[in-house]
């Protein structure tokens, strides 16, 4: 189904729209305040932008100098062409029927789960909204917050049908039963799986960043540490790691600084998980590396300002994406990594705020409008009309024409395509002449 | 030497009105004004909307190379036409940045309320241009837009192709101008004005305006 199709049933979700527009507004203020408090703030998204494009340029030699660097240091590093292949290769690490899992997009959008569990290998999320997520059988809608379509109501009734009985919707107190019900699983599995925010090409290191501590207990405690990581994720140096630090936590959660950030290079005998591995994953991303305009949907760092401040996906949720990507950057990433998804690029007004607060600068109005290009559908109409309007007699004449024509316009009520005008929408009845005619009468 | 002025082809079309304000506002300011009539449309449609534009962007230069500066009412037009040709001024860049005025002497008393465009505002960078120049018109009484930088919901094809997104968008701005109380919802866009004001001329609300027409007012 196409994104028009999907978001009309979700606009039909009064309780979806209202709880979007509170949860979507509130983070939005919030990054909007601290990011107003750093005086280099432009300085700080160029800087980040341009070692994203430095990494882009130097891909294959920097993810060559990763494997290098974190093999030296102990961890086993593992190549995956598409989704699949990562999956058939992490379910051949775990020897476990249980893994404890960080929130992480990699392995969403490879479908690491259900893979999992195909293999009799329970996946347990600890970030408390994927928790909640997994609890209700649901998927993510946002990069972030993947429960940003609940309200704190639907919560305690999931919570009181799951885990646990006679909560209120007090957050302390959803988030206290959480906490119950996920220690125990901390302590007892073996296997903890991860995505990585940042893996650093000159070290070796991998960087994950998070507000809650679950991952830190995912990362330090079991005895085997699996990471899935993007190939774009790399960075040259870790150096570089300052300024994303820095851009991060502001435009994602809105924080000066996130709670937790944990970095590990290979494995530390004696200390943490003593078997470690990386899986450096494709599927599609050098294929969006070819697209010169396109490629600069891979510098994203997954920090969701762009959702948190697109009007479309504030009216529709991230589901209407169908896409572990949803909202603006999905509409860039998704059609991209798999050549489907192609309503998605249209599914914007190209009113340009995910462009302004992207920590990255991502153009995002410019890759949507670059990936319309291939959508041949009304081609040829649109072509014509091109051809007519770059011969100014022949345009003159058919501005005349619609002029004529438009005073058969009824206001309120016309044929398809203009029914899906009139809908909502009076059309203005035109004046007797156009400019170009006033013009010639009156000089 | 004569500034062209570009009607855009919306404006040529459906609000010949708007063109007119743009030459009295310039007139009045002792500025000599030409209309090529060669000029076309500036491509922005068909490029965003996946197509052949850059034709169209093409002829523009071949009509408007010639011209020391070229003003076009619509901020969105500008904004498409600015990576290519950088003498294409919307009126209040114009009048502020090149003239240095920010009082063109017009008359409006009526309640008025500002929606800033997104092309306008985010790709062009006008800023508070066009409400400088509407706060030093006579009798004017400009009152805020709650979420005013928030998209109207046009987007051009979006409103067709993605047409029930774009009306719920288009909802909220207008809750937001009736909110206001105002007579008239200005904007520098006469495309994002005929989506606002449909919305609000169905639902009995204030008219939809574009500002040249209040800064010519006299
Ligand atoms: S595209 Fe930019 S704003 Fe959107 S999630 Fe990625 S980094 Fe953040």
Same mark, same amino acid.
């Given at each position: 189904m196409g994104f028009a199709k999907e978001a009309r049933v979700k606009l039909r979700d009064t309780q979806l729209r209202a709880n979007l527009h509170k949860a979507t507004h509130t983070i939005r203020d919030k990054r909007a305040r601290v990011v107003a408090e750093v005086p280099d703030w432009e300085e700080l998204r160029e800087a980040g932008r341009a070692i994203k494009a430095e990494t882009m340029a130097r891909l294959p030699e920097l993810l060559e100098k990763f494997e290098a660097a974190a093999t030296r240091a102990g961890a086993q590093v593992?190549?995956?062409?598409?989704?699949?292949?990562?999956?058939?290769?992490?379910?051949?690490?775990?020897?476990?029927?249980?893994?404890?899992?960080?929130?992480?997009?990699?392995?969403?959008?490879?479908?690491?789960?259900?893979?999992?569990?195909a293999q009799g290998i329970r996946a347990i999320e600890t970030d408390l909204a994927e928790l909640i997520v997994q609890l209700a059988g649901d998927k993510p809608s946002h990069i972030l917050v993947p429960a940003i379509h609940?309200?704190?109501?639907?919560?305690?009734?999931?919570f009181n049908d799951s885990i646990a009985s006679g909560l209120s919707d007090e957050p302390a107190e959803l988030a206290g039963a959480a906490r119950t019900h996920l220690r125990q699983q901390f302590l007892s599995t073996r296997v903890g799986i991860?995505?990585?925010?940042?893996?650093?090409?000159?070290?070796?290191?991998?960087?994950?960043?998070?507000?809650?501590?679950?991952?830190?207990?995912?990362?330090?405690?079991?005895?085997?540490?699996?990471?899935?990581?993007?190939?774009?994720?790399?960075?040259?140096?870790?150096?570089?790691?300052?300024?994303?630090?820095?851009?991060?936590?502001?435009?994602?959660?809105?924080?000066?600084?996130?709670?937790?950030?944990?970095?590990?290079?290979?494995?530390?005998?004696g200390d943490g998980p003593q078997t470690v591995h990386v899986v450096l994953v494709?599927?599609?991303?050098?294929?969006?590396?070819?697209?010169?305009?396109?490629?600069?949907?891979?510098?994203?760092?997954?920090?969701?300002?762009?959702?948190?401040?697109?009007?479309?996906y504030e009216r529709v949720g991230g589901h209407a994406y169908e896409h572990t990507y949803p909202g603006p950057i999905g509409a860039i990433l998704a059609p991209q990594l798999t050549g489907k998804h192609t309503s998605l690029p249209f599914a914007s007004t190209l009113c340009g705020a995910c462009y302004e607060v992207c920590p990255v600068k991502i153009n995002i109005p410019e890759v949507l409008v670059h990936l319309r290009?291939?959508?041949?559908?009304?081609?040829?109409?649109?072509?014509?009309?091109?051809?007519?309007?770059?011969?100014?007699?022949?345009?003159? %004449? =058919? *501005?005349?024409?619609? /002029? @004529? $024509? %438009? =005073? *058969?316009?009824?206001? /309120? @009520? $016309?044929?398809?395509?203009?029914?899906?005008?009139?809908?909502?929408?009076?059309?203005?009845?035109?004046?007797?002449?156009?400019?170009r005619d006033w013009w010639t009468r009156t000089r | 030497m004569?500034?062209?002025?570009?009607?855009?082809?919306?404006?040529?079309?459906?609000?010949?009105?708007?063109?007119?304000?743009?030459?009295?506002?310039?007139?009045?300011?002792?500025?000599?004004?030409?209309?090529?009539?060669?000029?076309?449309?500036?491509?922005?449609?068909?490029?965003?909307?996946?197509y052949a534009g850059h034709r169209l962007t093409a002829h523009f230069g071949d009509v408007f190379g010639s011209y020391e500066a070229v003003v076009a009412p619509s901020g969105s037009c500008v904004a498409h036409l600015r990576s290519h040709y950088a003498h294409v001024y919307e009126l209040s860049e114009f009048l502020v940045d090149v003239l240095g005025v920010d009082d063109v002497g017009g008359v409006f008393p009526h309640r008025v309320t500002y929606h800033p465009t997104c092309h306008g505002l985010r790709m062009l960078g006008l800023g508070d241009k066009p409400l400088r120049l509407l706060r030093n018109v006579k009798g004017i009484e400009l009152v805020p837009l709650r979420g005013a930088t928030e998209c109207c919901g046009f987007?051009?094809?979006?409103?067709?192709?993605?047409?029930?997104?774009?009306?719920?968008?288009?909802?909220?701005?207008?809750?937001?101008?009736?909110?206001?109380?105002?007579?008239?919802?200005a904007a520098a866009d006469n495309s994002c004005l005929t989506h606002i004001g449909g919305g609000l001329s169905r639902i009995g609300g204030p008219r939809a305006i574009h500002y040249a027409e209040i800064l010519a007012g006299a």
């Amino acid at each position: 189904m196409g994104f028009a199709k999907e978001a009309r049933v979700k606009l039909r979700d009064t309780q979806l729209r209202a709880n979007l527009h509170k949860a979507t507004h509130t983070i939005r203020d919030k990054r909007a305040r601290v990011v107003a408090e750093v005086p280099d703030w432009e300085e700080l998204r160029e800087a980040g932008r341009a070692i994203k494009a430095e990494t882009m340029a130097r891909l294959p030699e920097l993810l060559e100098k990763f494997e290098a660097a974190a093999t030296r240091a102990g961890a086993q590093v593992h190549w995956a062409r598409d989704a699949a292949e990562a999956c058939s290769i992490v379910a051949g690490l775990i020897d476990s029927d249980e893994v404890v899992k960080v929130k992480s997009m990699a392995t969403q959008e490879i479908g690491l789960n259900e893979a999992l569990e195909a293999q009799g290998i329970r996946a347990i999320e600890t970030d408390l909204a994927e928790l909640i997520v997994q609890l209700a059988g649901d998927k993510p809608s946002h990069i972030l917050v993947p429960a940003i379509h609940y309200n704190r109501g639907q919560i305690r009734d999931l919570f009181n049908d799951s885990i646990a009985s006679g909560l209120s919707d007090e957050p302390a107190e959803l988030a206290g039963a959480a906490r119950t019900h996920l220690r125990q699983q901390f302590l007892s599995t073996r296997v903890g799986i991860s995505g990585a925010n940042f893996a650093i090409a000159e070290t070796g290191t991998l960087v994950v960043v998070e507000s809650e501590g679950n991952g830190r207990m995912c990362l330090t405690l079991p005895d085997t540490l699996i990471s899935i990581v993007g190939i774009e994720k790399l960075l040259p140096r870790f150096s570089d790691l300052g300024v994303f630090l820095r851009l991060l936590p502001r435009s994602s959660t809105g924080e000066r600084m996130n709670p937790y950030t944990s970095m590990w290079t290979g494995v530390t005998p004696g200390d943490g998980p003593q078997t470690v591995h990386v899986v450096l994953v494709d599927n599609g991303r050098t294929n969006v590396l070819r697209d010169p305009v396109g490629r600069q949907a891979l510098h994203c760092i997954r920090c969701s300002a762009c959702l948190n401040v697109c009007p479309v996906y504030e009216r529709v949720g991230g589901h209407a994406y169908e896409h572990t990507y949803p909202g603006p950057i999905g509409a860039i990433l998704a059609p991209q990594l798999t050549g489907k998804h192609t309503s998605l690029p249209f599914a914007s007004t190209l009113c340009g705020a995910c462009y302004e607060v992207c920590p990255v600068k991502i153009n995002i109005p410019e890759v949507l409008v670059h990936l319309r290009q291939p959508a041949i559908l009304e081609r040829p109409a649109m072509n014509t009309l091109a051809g007519v309007m770059a011969r100014p007699r022949l345009y003159a %004449a =058919s *501005l005349r024409f619609a /002029r @004529r $024509m %438009a =005073s *058969l316009i009824k206001l /309120r @009520r $016309m044929p398809w395509p203009l029914s899906k005008w009139t809908v909502s929408r009076d059309l203005p009845r035109p004046e007797r002449e156009t400019f170009r005619d006033w013009w010639t009468r009156t000089r | 030497m004569p500034v062209g002025l570009f009607i855009t082809c919306v404006n040529d079309l459906m609000y010949p009105r708007t063109g007119r304000a743009v030459v009295s506002i310039l007139e009045r300011l002792g500025v000599e004004v030409d209309f090529p009539l060669a000029q076309t449309c500036c491509g922005q449609m068909h490029t965003n909307s996946g197509y052949a534009g850059h034709r169209l962007t093409a002829h523009f230069g071949d009509v408007f190379g010639s011209y020391e500066a070229v003003v076009a009412p619509s901020g969105s037009c500008v904004a498409h036409l600015r990576s290519h040709y950088a003498h294409v001024y919307e009126l209040s860049e114009f009048l502020v940045d090149v003239l240095g005025v920010d009082d063109v002497g017009g008359v409006f008393p009526h309640r008025v309320t500002y929606h800033p465009t997104c092309h306008g505002l985010r790709m062009l960078g006008l800023g508070d241009k066009p409400l400088r120049l509407l706060r030093n018109v006579k009798g004017i009484e400009l009152v805020p837009l709650r979420g005013a930088t928030e998209c109207c919901g046009f987007g051009g094809t979006f409103a067709l192709k993605n047409s029930e997104v774009s009306t719920a968008m288009l909802a909220d701005k207008c809750a937001a101008v009736l909110a206001t109380e105002a007579e008239y919802v200005a904007a520098a866009d006469n495309s994002c004005l005929t989506h606002i004001g449909g919305g609000l001329s169905r639902i009995g609300g204030p008219r939809a305006i574009h500002y040249a027409e209040i800064l010519a007012g006299a």
